[in-house]
């Protein structure tokens, strides 16, 4: 399936819309990673832990909002936005975008 975040896929034709789709992923924060991620905040650097969690959460929302439109009879995504937020220790990665079939 083909998920973009352009309005259109370049020499495709968009021959059916079928909804707007969304994909959402929370994960809770693990208190060892806070502990290693306020370390390495304090001496500087990436926080590996939560580069990882943010991955997996990118990943499980977009992998939801492709199920979500082959479930509507779609094979591409178009318009597709990701949206971080942080709730309660939480991470909360929601994508949307809309279905369409593209040929």
């Known amino acids: 399936m083909i998920v973009t975040t352009t309005p ?3 020499g495709q034709t968009i ?17 060892f990673r806070d502990v290693f991620a306020g370390i ?6 990436r926080s590996g832990a ?3 969690s943010l991955g997996e959460a990118r990943e499980t ?23 971080y937020e ?3 220790n939480m991470l909360m990665v929601s ?9």
């Open 8 to 10: 259109s896929i370049e």
């Open 40 to 45: 390495t905040d304090i001496i500087g650097g």
């Open 50 to 52: 939560y580069e990882a």
């Open 61 to 83: 929302a977009l992998r939801e909002l492709e199920e979500r439109a082959a479930a509507k009879g779609a094979n591409a995504v178009v318009g597709v936005d990701l949206d």
């Open 86 to 88: 942080v709730i309660n």
């Open 95 to 103: 994508a949307s975008g809309t279905a369409v079939t593209v040929g």
């Open 15 to 31: 021959r059916a819309y079928h909804g707007v789709v969304v994909g959402e992923a929370i994960l809770g924060a693990n208190i």
